[in-house]
């Protein structure tokens, strides 16, 4: 990582702090910005040429003059389409709060595809984009990245594959490895010291395993059982038969890590139940999957804890775009609402090393809808979490989020 004597040579001290407190604004400041009146730019296919830039093609927002890639899977179809959509809504909403942001996003179509992405990307540089935010999906981060470091233009992605993370390719979504530590932290601090785990067979479960061990033998406690079911379709036959499996272990456990989301939580809690397990001291803990109506709504699951982003931010966010757009966003959309103000920020404290490395990846980070968040040099990042207990009406916190890296509150 680079560190702070290395960020202040370039910036100074005073930019510096300026960066860490105010290169994303704070949620107080972004509601403020919303009830601003701010232009967004021109219609798609719209042609804008600045003195001295190219002319630009297709969807553009805003009309500053640091231009910006936006790259979407628009007609990825389905799902894949239901997120560009989504993902744009919210670069808009947070451009506006920036009335008078010096930044144009000029959003690029990927198709979800690694040819699609490495198009989108050498698209939005032709066209003077020095930063690009996106793609979402892996293939097509992967395919961006590779026009991206040939012209040496950063890259934040929203993809949580930590395989296409690298120096230069940065990802803002939530990493299983947060979860992992978070959760498995906090339950030590809570005095758990013996930790099974039910973990799916796939590539989620293998980056989760790695993290899960390391952070239990960091905090000074024993993994008892650790047990993969198959996570293919919809067949449960396999996760039943491993949640019995690891039933006997229980005794010399006290947490139980089950970080899937959806139906999996309930599923494993029954089963146990059923299979007379002993679970009087045993805490369930998860994962930021478990952060739905669904689960925290789920009677079964109470008292049971996970990790995510403090509440508030969202809330207002999603209020903001439901009155917006008329429809409720889906948890993920403060990934580009946070990506395209990172970008405002950086165009308005840093100057001409707003984008450079040694300015994205300042060890004091950045505040974003989310709360706090930085990134590493091998691309990943790391967040500020809090901790939920699972009312079944609800969740609330149990541990607040930290406020600042340095001291951890």
């Known amino acids: 990582m680079i560190m702070e004597g290395r960020v202040q040579g370039i910036l100074g001290r005073e930019t510096l702090k300026k960066l860490a407190r105010g290169a994303v604004l704070g949620l107080g400041a972004a509601v403020l910005a919303a009830c601003q009146g701010s232009s967004l730019g021109s219609l798609p296919g719209t042609q804008i040429n600045p003195t001295g830039q190219p002319a630009v093609s297709g969807d553009v927002i805003g009309t500053g003059s640091v231009r910006v890639g936006l790259l979407l899977p628009l007609s990825g179809g389905g799902s894949a389409t239901s997120i560009a959509t989504v993902f744009r809504n919210s670069a808009e909403l947070a451009l506006s709060s920036f009335p008078n942001a010096d930044v144009q996003l000029l959003v690029k179509d990927t198709g979800g595809t690694s040819q699609g992405g490495r198009a989108a990307a050498q698209s939005a540089i032709a066209e003077g984009a020095e930063f690009l935010l996106g793609p979402v999906f892996a293939p097509a981060v992967s395919g961006a990245a590779s026009s991206a470091r040939a012209s040496g233009v950063p890259m ?182 946070d990506g395209v103000t990172l970008a405002a920020g950086l165009v308005r404290s840093a100057g001409q090393q707003r984008f450079s490395i040694p300015v994205l990846t300042n060890q004091d980070g950045f505040i974003g809808i989310d709360g706090l968040f930085r990134f590493l040099s091998n691309g990943q990042n790391e967040r500020g979490l809090a901790v939920y207990q699972i009312t079944g009406s609800g969740a609330q916190a149990v541990s607040p989020a930290p406020r600042d890296f340095r001291s951890g509150s």
């Open 156 to 337: 934040v992605a929203f993809s949580t594959d930590t395989s296409v993370a690298a120096r230069g390719v940065y990802l803002l979504s939530f990493l299983p490895a947060s979860d992992v530590k978070r959760i498995v932290g906090y339950a030590s601090s809570q005095g758990r010291r013996s930790f099974a785990a039910l973990l799916p067979d796939n590539t989620y479960g293998s980056v989760v395993e790695a993290a899960f061990r390391q952070e239990v033998g960091r905090t000074g406690g024993r993994i008892v059982s650790i047990q993969r079911y198959a996570a293919e379709g919809t067949d449960t036959a396999d996760l039943v038969s491993k949640t019995q499996a690891i039933a006997s272990a229980l005794g010399q456990a006290d947490t139980l890590f089950v970080p899937a989301g959806g139906g999996v939580p309930p599923l494993v809690l029954q089963t146990l139940i059923s299979a007379g397990a002993p679970l009087g001291n045993i805490k369930m803990i998860g994962s930021g999957q478990w952060d739905t109506p669904q689960l925290k709504n789920n009677q079964v699951m109470a008292g049971s804890w996970f990790p995510g982003p403090e509440e508030n931010g969202f809330q207002t966010f999603a209020q903001r775009y439901q009155a917006t757009y008329g429809s409720a966003p889906p948890r993920n959309a403060t990934l580009a609402y």
